[in-house]
């Protein structure tokens, strides 16, 4: 009798235990708790970005038409409808991708963290998804895991490794170009979400992101797409609370919500940054030419000068600076990029 009681006090301690952590609220949590998932953030300074996609082997053309804008909006600057723009599957295969190569560039130019794109807005997936065919496993590339190589050598050379994730997606069934707005790169930029399957969108963003953390480890989940008019913050909230119960430990950027208004973990000025210092957690990511991803055409690149400046100036103002690499469509890093990065990172050692 005293057997079965101890068994069944046991158990209510243990649902008692699993009910208290999934109350756990993890957008209130204490400054002393944020300031110490922060830390290494906070002392990281300095990151890398990279953007890559399907878009990387277009260079910023497609069919003799040249983008207008960034090469990763190339899809929306041409309006490609969403079914010709996936056929770019068939012969995505950067055979030269070298991510223990990338990762040295960034160890060796002072950089401590690693953000890449394994979902830009066209939605296609860097990693064998689980709940979709539109990723790696569906190109030339099919058996390599490039997520993993990465993850793999920052750990070998001391980096966090970090994950950007659009929220919205020009691929997935429940969304379609906006019909009521003029300029061509809004009918991809404020994409329409069908009603009946945003929930099922979410659902689909939340396993993606599982994954993610379950596969690679990720520290950092980097959002974009926030904008869009059916993302409020009622859902950005609920997505930061489901990650943070996943792995607590994980830093989230802003744009999880709405940015104007939510600033965990840490704000994201683009291609600029404060004036002053701000009262919270931030990052500046700026490219190194006009684009984010390979633009062929686009040769106008910051020097290492430029690079430092920025870094002290937005170090010296409490933030960090991302800077991005945009590889082409083999996999190779711009040789301006790869030179100007070696140069930052000499003149830092000599700081």
């Not at 300074?45 to 038409?65: T, V």
């Not at 990465?150 to 429940?174: E, M, N, R, V």
């Not at 991803?293 to 991302?322: A, F, V």
């Amino acid at each position: 009798m005293k057997k079965a009681n101890f068994i069944l006090i046991c158990a209510l301690l243990i649902c008692i235990s699993g009910l208290f952590k999934a109350q756990v609220i993890y957008l209130n949590e204490s400054k002393q708790d944020f300031d110490k998932r922060m830390k290494w953030f906070k002392e990281a300074k300095f990151g890398m970005f990279i953007h890559f996609g399907l878009y990387s082997q277009l260079g910023g053309e497609y069919k003799g038409k040249p983008g207008g804008g960034y090469a990763e909006w190339i899809q929306a600057d041409l309006d490609i409808p969403s079914d010709e723009y996936a056929k770019l599957i068939n012969t995505w295969n950067p055979k030269d991708l070298n991510p223990d190569k990338i990762v040295k560039l960034a160890k060796d130019a002072g950089m401590k963290y690693l953000i890449i794109t394994t979902k830009h807005h066209e939605g296609f997936c860097l990693w064998d998804s689980a709940y979709t065919d539109f990723d790696i496993a569906s190109t030339p590339m099919k058996g390599r895991d490039i997520l993993k190589e990465f993850a793999d050598a920052c750990k070998k050379y001391g980096l966090k490794f970090g994950t950007y994730y659009s929220i919205i997606d020009w691929h997935h069934d429940s969304q379609y170009r906006n019909p009521n707005v003029n300029k061509t790169s809004d009918h991809w930029g404020q994409i329409s979400m069908k009603p009946e399957k945003k929930a099922e969108y979410i659902t689909y963003i939340k396993n993606q992101i599982k994954e993610l953390i379950d596969k690679y480890n990720t520290e950092v989940i980097w959002f974009d797409g926030s904008w869009a008019s059916w993302w409020d913050m009622e859902s950005g909230k609920d997505l930061y609370q489901y990650i943070r119960s996943l792995k607590p430990s994980i830093i989230i950027n802003n744009r999880v919500a709405k940015t104007d208004q939510f600033k965990k973990d840490f704000g994201t000025p683009e291609q600029e940054h404060p004036e002053s210092t701000p009262d919270y957690d931030w990052e500046a990511c700026y490219t190194m030419n006009n684009s984010w991803g390979y633009k062929k055409s686009d040769n106008n690149w910051k020097s290492p000068e430029d690079i430092i400046n920025k870094l002290n100036d937005i170090n010296n103002k409490g933030g960090n600076l991302l800077l991005n690499i945009g590889p082409d469509g083999n996999g190779n890093v711009p040789s301006p990029s790869i030179k100007t990065l070696q140069e930052v990172g000499k003149k830092l050692k000599q700081k």
